[in-house]
Each structure stands twice: as structure tokens, then as C-alpha cells.
């Protein structure tokens, strides 16, 4: 079978199970009682391993397959969730990625993996467990778990109670399929095609839906209502092709009943099965997916199905640009109603606002990701780093739904890794230091994101050691980075920023973690080139704060929008802490600038239109309304004519061929068609 | 199929500037636009008109005879903005009027006379004579150098 076409969907798939691996075995460390988080990770770990199967990777398969017999050992309570448990397979989650990854840098995805293999297999059957002896098919489990293969509802009782009174069968049967058949829904179809020639299906486990969709193992169950004898059932069944085996046990009505009491009371264990039809593609969706679980914590939880489809982002830029146009002959519909004042004519075009209005919403929320796709990983990381460093460390993720465009999130990755191996390793101290300096045992590191302005800001925060200043500078001078006079010439910020240049790296000792000779300086480079900048903050003893910000190259912000002479400008909201109408006779100078007094706090004024160059005549208002801004803890007045009001509005580059331009950001595209710029606050704030 | 006569003629689009013709090949074209509300952007060089919104792309600007320093276009019906697309960069330029495509042999593409003199020198490629019509080929990569400013 060609497989090439569907490799990509492969990876992609394979990459988002392993991450809902990773976060659910991480969920389940913590919460070590909880079977459904296994029986999550179990649904992920099989359905890897069908993909796997498929695609031919049998490393992978193999890999998972043990997997999901230590996990099935877990969801049937017959082994407990150690820390050691949970090693060994993060260790295989591990090598299951890193084999995925060399599938798609275009190996053939070949590890040995042998001795995990060993190890999760002795897992399994370290603990007494007869049935454990030897390599278990997971449906054998499910056999000798239950003897029981159905369970009915109570109109699937009332069918076979009406029945049993008019003489008919019931009969429940498996059906074992050939290990390496290769059109399984098939041979399902035509053992379906057989038993409706008999008599009526009335249940089947998994699903007709999941059985048509090949998703199950070898093994499926029916239960029939016929008035065939029980021998004929199974040699009918037997003729089809591929099927191995085929069991049929005649059950009572009594037998089923005394079986669904019995299961009333043991909920927990009966496992389904069930997998995801099609992954589960978007995060936000996974998002709501999760917190469902948290909320309910019955068993009826199991991730829903989703479809979703892979676009290409340039398809969606076309979009939104064809988008576009239509909001802006919205706005000249809009005017073209008000002219003339006709009630239908009104109506219509306020519909259609509506409905554009959602429409904007959904198309550019397509091309936003929550920073979560590329935070989530961390959480799996550092708990291994803090074992391996023995650290205690404590990973706290905020602002994780920040939304950030696709593009940028793809690059963010790496030097994130870097900064937060950087904060674990230099950063936060060994527990018998901490303890020794008054601090809790535990250190903190803070990832937080953020919104403001035209800008994301993603902030690595640690309580460790902070910066050494004299140890940087040593270093420094020893690398030829300073020179010795400049080195003293330096504040401490200008200190903390040399530990970005290239070669340097003042882990005393070399570490595996974050000492390989790539520094810091590589995660400068790449923000940089993301238009982004970089800062630290460092108070030795108390830790460090390493600020990383980015733009956003495509977002819906709220602006306030302003008037200066004819022109229109767009202030982010974000940024503005409030307006105010200040007299002339308020305005106060101080060394040429001019300032107000503004809460008790001496706030400069910064003229737009001179600073744009607005072509008019000055005028001399007595009132002058103003625009309060801040960056950081500064802030400033930014006087403008007239504020025009509130709006959403999509940010847009002014092109490459104007790819700076003081004091603006970017533009946008108002109601009427036309471009406003939007202003750049924190290069007017100095 | 069509490369024989892609080696010997280059089709351009020809636009009046100050009276002079003025070609730019087709390849480089995006498409000709009527004048429409160009915002202005501060702290730009003079020739930087400002931006527009071309079906939801902000486009940039420019006056062509003011980077050659021929003074401002007067805007009038006929005054046109050609959106030139150049290593992925749009930029349209505000022309006279843009009113024909030609194919022009490449043999009889000249580099320019010495004479011609004048700021817009450094843009010209070449020249082309058709009867009697003297053709002035842009170079797209000067005329267009990026701008960048503030601080």
C-alpha cells in the first residue's frame, strides 16, 4: 500500500498524541487515582499504535503496544502509578517522538528500543498477576477481564425479552479477525452481512460507526437474535475469509440482567475502548475537550470526535484578504443605508454587519494559536530536568491562551527551551542551597504570556540565584567579550545582557543541560529575527527575568482611534491607561518639555502632530485632549484634536518596503476603506 | 514552447512621466489602479506618497517624479498607480498615465546615453527606440530601495 500521500498526516497526528501522552501522564503523576487520565493516555498510545501499524513502523507499534499493556494493567487497577512507572514510560514517550521525528526528517524511523521494551515489560509482569505472564494482546486482557463481552441498555433488554417470547436466540459472539488483514471494515461488513441474513444485530462492541472505521483490534463483539442453532451461526461466520476465530455463547435474559446489576456497581470496570475517530486537531478545541473531563467526572467523558481538515495558511491569508474587502464594502453599504433612510434596506445591511462581524471573528481566530501549543511541553520538561539536575522546581504556566500568530509560534519554540534550561540550570538553586539562603525548598519558575500593545510578551521568571555580577564580568573579560575598563563602566542591566553575546557560558561546570557551547546568544539571534527584542532583569539572590518581546504580524487589537487635522490614527488599547481634557493652562515646562501634573504624577506630553507632522495650521485651543499611554512603569501624554472612539480592528504591516517607520507599528483598514496608521507608544515613550 | 519568443521580446507596460515614456516589463506588474485615498505616512522621505489600502493589502506609495526629482505629480483623471510586485515587496507609483503594452526585441534595448544627466539617471537601464518613440527602461531594484527610517 502507498503510504507517502498520508505520512504527513501521520506525523502531524503522531506529534499530537505524544503531547497528549505527555500531559496527561503528567496530569496523572499528580494524580496518580485517577483512571480516566490513563484511559486518555491509553486512547492516545492506540491509536499511535494502529497509525504506526499501518504506516509500517513497527518499532513504533512495538514501542506503544507495550505501552498500552502497562497502561491497561493500570486502568485495571492490577499496578500502581510510581514515579518508576511513570519513568519508564516517559522514557518510551521519548523514544516514540524521537523516532517520529526521524520519520519525518525523512528517516525510516528505526530505534532500537529493546531494552525499554524489556523494562515496560517487566513492569507489566513484575507485580503477580497470572494473566500478565507472558505478551499480552490487549484484547485478551479484555477477554479474561470480562467474561462478560456486552453490556445492554435497557431497550436492547426489551428487545431480546420480546424476543425470547416468541422463541428467537440470543447468542453473543466474537469475532477474531487475521492479525494482518488489511481491509478489516470489509470483512466486518460481510460477517454484518451474514448475521443480518439470520436475524437482527442489536448491539456490537466497539461500534458499528468505530468498526467501520477499522477502529478496533482483531477482536469484535456482536449479540444476535436469531432462531439459527448456535453451530450454524459459527461455521456461517467462519466461511468468511480472514476471520480466525469466531465464538458464540447462547445468554439468558436472566444471565444479562444479573450481568447489568452487576456492572451498576462496578462502573470502573468495564474499559471501553474508544478512540477518536479523527484526532483532535485544534488546541482550543482540546482545551474544551479537557476541561469537560475536569468537569465531569463520570465515565461518560471520553474525548468527543471532532472532524477537522489541515489548510494551508497562504489559503487562509487569501481569505482574510478577500475578507477584508467585504467589510469594506460593508461600511460603504452601511453609509449608502444611512443616505437613505429605507427600513428594508437598513435591516438587511445590519444583518449582514452581524454576520460579517462573526464571520471576521472566525476567520482570524483560524489563524491565531493559543502559546499553549508550544508552552505545553515545558511542564514534561522540566519535571525531567529537575530530576536529572535533582532540583525541586516548581513550573508555574500563565497566559497560556494568549494568542499568538501561527507563524510566530512555530519559531518560539527553541528559545524558549533554551531560557527555561537556562533558568534550571543557572537559575534556580539545589534544594540544600535554598534552603541554606532562607528559601523554600521548592524553587518557582514562571512562564508567563501576555498581550500588550502591538506586542506579546512571553517572561521567564525564576526565584533562583539571579545574575552574578562579578562572575559574568570575569567571564566576560576572560572571553574577550569586555574590555577590562568598559567592564567597569557597565550597570548592572548591560552586565545581566552579556550573558546573550555569543561564547559565552558560566556554569561552572558543563552540564548536559544547558552548557553545550550554543548560548544564549542563539535565542537573541532568533528573536531578533522575529522582530522581537530580549530583556533581562536580575537581582542576585532574589532571581531572574528574562522578557522576551514579539510582534504580532497578524491580530485583532482594540484601538482607540484619534483625530489629528484631517488625518486618523489608531492608539492601542492596551496601552492607554485613560483619556483626560486638560486646559492649556495646566501644561507646565520643565527643561524645554512640556508636562502636566496628572494624578500627582509629572507626566510628559508629547504633541502627535508634530511629531507626525500633521500639514495644518496650529491651532490655539484652550482645551487640548489627551491620550494617557504608558510602557512599562513610564508614561507619557499624547495630545491629539479629537478621539473618534473605540474599535476591533485587524493590525497589518505597512509592507517591506516601509519596514520601519518611527513612531508606527503598523496600519489598518478602517470601515470607509481607508488605511489608518497605528501608533507605536513605546517609541514615543524614552 | 514560447520561450524563443520570450528570449527575443520583453512585453512591458508603458507610462508617461513629465512627458517622457517610461517602461517597466510586464513580469514586474501587478496590475494598474486608479488613484484612490492615499493615507499619508509621517517621518517618510517626500517621494513616499503614503499608503492604500489595495484590496486589503496596505500598499506603499510612491511618486515616481518625485524620486526623480521632477517635482510633484499633479493628480488629474488620468493619473494611475502601478503596483509593481519586486522580491515579494508591493509598491505601487503614481504615473502621469499608463496607456500601452508593448513587445519590445531585447537586441534593441541600449544603455542609456551619457548625456541624458539628471537625478534619475541612476534608475535607468536602458533605452529603447521605436520609430519614433524614445522608451525609457527602469531599473526597478534602485528606484525601489526600501526605506527606512526613524530610529
Redesign the interface.
Known sequence: MDTNQYLEMFIEESKEHLQACNEHLLELEKNPENIAIVNEVFRSAHTLKGMSATMGYEDIANLTHKMENVLDEIRNSRLHVTAELLDVVFVAVDQLEEMVLDIAAGGKGKLDVTDTVQKLHKIETGEEIPVAATTIEPAVINEVAQDNWLSYDDYELTVIEQSVEQDFYTYEISVKLREDCLLKAARVYMVFELLEKMGDVIKSSPSVEKLEAEDFDEIFYVALVTNEPLEDVQKKLMKVSEVTEVLVKSVTLEQLKKRNNFELNNVEETPVIENAAVPVEQQQQTEEVKSAEKSTSSKNNQAQSSKTIRVNIERLDIL??????LV?DRGRLQSISEDLHNSELDETVERMSRITGDLQNIILNMRMVPVETVFNRFPRMVRQLARDLNKKINLEVVGAETELDRTVIDEIGDPLVHLIRNSLDHGVESPEIRLANGKPEEGTVVLRAYHSGNHVFIEIEDDGAGINREKVLKKAISKGIVSNEVAQTLNDKQVAELILSSGFSTADVISDVSGRGVGLDVVKTTIESLGGTIDISSTEGKGSLFSIQLPLTLSIISVMLVELGE?IYAIPLSSIIETAIIRSSDILNAHNQKVIDFRGKVVPLVFLEN?????RESSDDEFHSVVLVRKGDKMAGLVVDSFIGQQEIVL?????????????SG?T?LGN?????IVDCN?LIS | MIEAVDLQNLKVVVFQLADKEYVIPVSQVQGIEKLIYITRVPKTPSFVKGVINLRGVVTPIIDLKNRFGLGESELSDSTRIIIITLDDMDVGVIVDSANDVLDIPVDSIEPQPEVVGGMEQDFIAGVVKIDSRLLILLHLNHVLNPIKSGV
Do not use: C, Q, R, T
Open positions: 482574510m484578504n478577500l475578507f477584508e474587502e469594506i488625518e511629531v507626525f507632522d500633521v500639514p497589518k504591516s505597512l509592507g517591506a518596503y516601509l519596514s520601519s517607520v518611527f513612531a508606527i496600519a483598514i476603506g481607508k488605511v489608518a496608521l517609541a
